[in-house]
Nanobody, 128 residues
Framework: QVQLVESGGGLVQAGDSLRLSCVAS????????VGWFRQPPGQEREFVAA????????VYADSVKGRFTISRDNAKNTVYLQMNSLKPEDTAIYYC?????????????????????WGQGTQVTVSS
């Protein structure tokens, strides 16, 4: 079993930056895909970004491309999401995710069903 704990959310103004962190316990991130999803108010969860097990490949949703950067530190069992130039439409609960079925895969998955473990989420609110 894997426990994921996100942190770093908060209330910011449009144009500001935030860095989200996610620490895993119970099992290492090493060898597995990790990513971020978000759920805006009244909407379904949507894909934000993912990074391969060795950080060689990343993928982003079009809505965040060029503004958000996903990274990982396997030694610290931590994944990050650097969010710059934040917009009000980025307001959402952000979830850290990882899978348990495809170790050492370079395939980047963007659907909720591809991930086995989810954190509890951290709220990001961007005011205009």
């Amino acid at each position: 079993q894997v426990q994921l704990v996100e942190s770093g959310g908060g209330l910011v103004q449009a144009g500001d930056s935030l860095r989200l962190s996610c620490v895993a316990s119970g099992r290492t991130f090493i060898g597995y895909l990790v990513g971020w999803f978000r759920q805006p108010p009244g909407q379904e969860r949507e894909f934000v970004a993912a990074i391969s097990y060795n950080a060689a490949n990343t993928v982003y949703a079009d809505s965040v491309k060029g503004r958000f950067t996903i990274s990982r530190d396997n030694a610290k069992n931590t994944v990050y999401l650097q969010m710059n130039s934040l917009k009000p439409e980025d307001t959402a609960i952000y979830y850290c995710v990882t899978d348990n079925r495809f170790p050492y895969s370079q395939r980047l998955r963007t659907t909720t069903g591809a991930y086995d473990y989810w954190g509890q989420g951290t709220q990001v609110t961007v005011s205009s």
